[in-house]
């Protein structure tokens, strides 16, 4: 990665170094948190975790209704169909 910085020349030596620096302690916070993220998830998939690993071969129940998805409110709650 390569950070072009445009300073005015008449910004002094050390106050474009403070800024450097300040810029590389943001980037590598930003860094660690990606990597914490990344670290994160990939901890998740290995667990298994139901939430980011959808196991699509789930039983289903078949409820012979053929509108439930459109009319589930009704089968469910009882409110007028659609």
């Keep these: 990665m390569q950070i072009t910085i445009d300073a005015p ?9 403070q800024r450097i620096k ?12 990606f990597e914490n993220f990344v670290n994160t998830k990939q901890t998740a998939i290995n667990n298994n975790d139901p939430w980011t690993n959808a196991a699509i071969n789930l039983p289903t129940v078949d409820t012979e209704i053929e509108d439930f998805a459109l009319n589930h409110d009704h089968y469910l709650y009882g409110v007028d169909k659609k």
């Design 9 to 17: 020349d008449t910004l002094p030596t050390e106050r474009i170094k």
């Design 22 to 33: 300040e810029l590389e302690q943001s980037l590598q916070l930003e860094a660690q948190f």
